[in-house]
């Protein structure tokens, strides 16, 4: 017997605990390799302000950890109590990249550990960055199993269904299905594009507050262009995420381009405004879907029409997908714009207006995260396991989930005012201009 209200407050509770997670998760993978670049680059060119900024980020890098931990031990006791049917009709399909999942989180808290108690007790640099390796790996490779749980209920595989339950399984089948090339490499380039980008706007907004020490500069020019190397990544991934879906997902493809019937040379569309399947006040680009799909403009490219009604996600998914793709767009332009200005020493980029829009790339690129994890899980509707079980089928039926939010949701208003208050008062009360005077005063008297 299926409650509706358990139903919908359950998705509600899941979309609210993965929107907040999903924010100290993208930055807990991309922040490892930031520090990891920039203590590289700081060992190569003997460059103590790289060190610094290592340093720095990686304190940091421990509150969103916490928070991370917290956030995704909650996903995992939320996949039990709300969703029980998924859990065992599917669990034990899914049950080995989850417990990889955690066996990366430990391998990467353990090296994180060791790399922070051991700052300043190598006189080899190098040493100390090795460790660090591990922690970058492990960061990554936490993403990398939890994306194939999804990228499987995407596009399930490797078992039989025989009376109602899984047999023959074959968990390795399951975890290399057909979404998970695209998924993974598409969640950690925009994980790195993310904490790029967040990190290049801390310093942009230092720099916008009168700060013009050389170290946020520095800091800026590095990120910047991380943030455009991975921007670009982003962008040729989504293209072959693209593809994937015109293949294997053409319903979440037409729903998320409004686009009704099935032609040949199809037209994408930008913003619009849906009135039945009429689109008003929409900007069309010429073949550009079919290019998407198929990367080629004459391609034909299914339509809406084409499938049945009660399996047709959402359609104002069209919405997030635009909302993605614009700013993921303006972030690489703005990193482009700053590069080349930098080469060409324009003043422009030193102008207020212009670390005004650096300083906006942070809370766009979170924005772009949460709208594209917010498109993937819709466009999937009406499934939890993609042509096997409904979402109303795999959810509990208890009447409790509405009390479950409000008190998850007063646990991560807690936690998010918490990491920003402890954030900020670790970084005010510790300036780089202090650290450095330190640091030096340290030096004079050895």
């Not at 925009?190 to 990190?199: G, K, R």
């Not at 034909?300 to 084409?306: F, R, T, Y």
Request: proline share 4%; charged share 15%.
């Amino acid at each position: 017997m299926i409650n509706e209200e358990a139903v919908f407050w359950s998705r509600v509770l899941t979309e609210t605990t993965l929107s907040f997670h999903i924010i100290y998760a993208t930055i807990g993978v991309g922040i490892p390799l930031m520090i990891m670049i920039a203590q590289w680059v700081g060992i190569k060119n003997n460059d103590e302000h790289y060190i610094l900024l290592a340093r720095r980020w990686a304190r940091g890098f421990v509150i969103t950890v916490a928070i991370g931990v917290v956030t995704g031990t909650a996903i995992g006791l939320q996949l039990s109590l709300l969703w029980p049917n998924f859990m065992q009709f599917a669990g034990q399909v899914i049950a080995l990249p989850l417990f990889m999942e955690t066996f990366a989180f430990f391998f990467e808290a353990i090296f994180l550990g060791i790399y922070l108690y051991t700052w300043d007790r190598f006189e080899d640099q190098r040493k100390h960055l090795l460790l660090l390796i591990p922690v970058a790996i492990g960061a990554s490779m936490s993403a990398v199993f939890i994306t194939i749980v999804n990228a499987f209920m995407n596009a399930p595989q490797g078992f039989e269904v025989l009376n109602g339950e899984l047999v023959n399984i074959q968990p390795l089948i399951a975890m290399f299905n057909p979404a998970m090339p695209t998924k993974v490499a598409h969640v950690l380039a925009s994980a790195y594009m993310t904490a790029a980008f967040v990190l290049a706007s801390i310093a942009g907004i230092r720099l916008l507050q009168g700060s013009n020490h050389i170290y946020h500069k520095k800091a800026l020019y590095l990120l910047m262009k991380l943030g455009f190397i991975f921007s670009v990544a982003t962008a040729l991934i989504g293209d072959f995420s693209g593809k994937y879906l015109s293949e294997y997902q053409p319903e979440k493809l037409a729903a998320a381009e409004w686009h009704f019937e099935t032609e040949e040379g199809a037209e994408l569309l930008l913003f619009g405004v849906l009135e039945g399947e009429d689109v008003k006040y929409e900007i069309r680009i010429p073949y550009a879907l079919s290019i998407l799909a198929h990367s080629n403009p004459k391609a034909e490219v299914l339509g809406l029409n084409e499938f049945p009604q009660n399996e047709i996600p959402p359609l104002y998914i069209h919405y997030l997908f635009d909302s993605m793709v614009m700013i993921g767009m303006f972030l690489l332009f703005v990193s482009l714009v700053y590069i080349v200005a930098m080469s060409r020493r324009w003043s422009f980029i030193k102008k207020r207006w212009f670390r005004w829009v650096v300083g906006a790339c942070g809370p766009l690129s979170i924005i772009a995260i949460e709208v594209g994890w917010w498109l993937t899980e819709v466009g999937r509707q009406p499934w939890i396991l993609r042509g096997y079980m409904r979402t109303e089928q795999g959810a509990t039926t208890s009447g409790s989930v509405d009390l479950m939010l409000l008190l998850f949701c007063i646990l991560y208003i807690v936690l998010g005012i918490g990491s920003i208050v402890v954030l900020r008062r670790m970084f005010r009360k510790n300036p780089i201009e202090r650290e450095i005077a330190e640091r030096h005063a340290d030096r004079k008297v050895k």
